[in-house]
């Protein structure tokens, strides 16, 4: 078998994962195993970052993130799936690491700024937040990995990773580390149920696990074209967030009736509603079968973990190996 190039890939525990965070990202993921050797894991650090202060979530939101992969189609057979913070080897490389990055790499990262001004009520003037990045620069080096599949937001720390990784090697006179590329996946933004991005922190989510009569329910609500007042008025399917959902969920068939008719006022919003209903829970019903048989298996979702993590265990310890060499802590 010839090699395949490895990626390495990873989210912050939020919980429950909604049809953005599907969409965005997890089902390029799903995607990109056919094709890579992956690594794919559970940032849980990277949440204690912003989260220190209530630390109570992020197990529990590990778990039901990991419990979602499965059931979208991450397969432990293809992809390594595992838990950062079980791997020991990220915080040594982490603090390895901080003693080559220069401050001013840190302090002008523009997610830094932005961040601590986002989540104002949180006290983010600390060191582990602004070593954030770093902490993302050794998960992706510590496997050696070719590419990094994010979205937009995160280049920054891609392109940090690719300096510090550069000055390491040119420090030490040692090619340890591999340059890595970020994948950039292109995705339709998918707006939430108001038309806002979707979001946890708007509550305008649909959730991949959401049994299906609050995944209807809440369809029936969503936004549509605020011009299109009464059944008679025609609408215009582009400023409206159910027709985005649409063009992800239907045939491109629908797509051009449910376009013509809301242009005519031909079709209404309820029934317009109804066919993206139906599209919507016949792309999820197979998700929440595994789910549900998931949830019922805990031994095997900890089993599937446990491998993974023995495996990224296996592939940091290499790494380190050489690091140690080229710092003379070996
Ligand atoms: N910072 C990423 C995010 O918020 C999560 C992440 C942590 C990550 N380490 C990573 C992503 C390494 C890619 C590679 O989405
Ligand atoms: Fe939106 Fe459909 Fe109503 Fe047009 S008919 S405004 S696309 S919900």
Redesign the pocket.
Known sequence: MTERKRILSGMRPTGRLHLGNLHGALDNWIQLQQQYECFFFVADWHALTTDYATPGQIRENTWEMVLDWLAAGLDPAQSTLFIQSDIKEHAELHLLLSMITPLPWLERNPTYKEQQQQLDQKDLSTYGFLGYPVLQAADIIIYRAHGVPVGKDQLPHVELTREIARRFNFMYEREVFPIPDALLTEVPVLPGLDGRKMSKSYGNCIFISEPEESIKDKISK?M??PQ?IRRNDP???EV????AY?KLYSSPGQVAD??H??RTAG???V???QILMHNVLSRLGPIHERRLKLERETDRVREVVLTGNAAARKEAALTMAEVRKAVGMS
């Open positions: 969503m549509t074209d299109r609408g215009d399917p409206c967030p159910v027709f649409h449910v376009a008719g809301c079709i209404g919003c029934e317009c509603k």
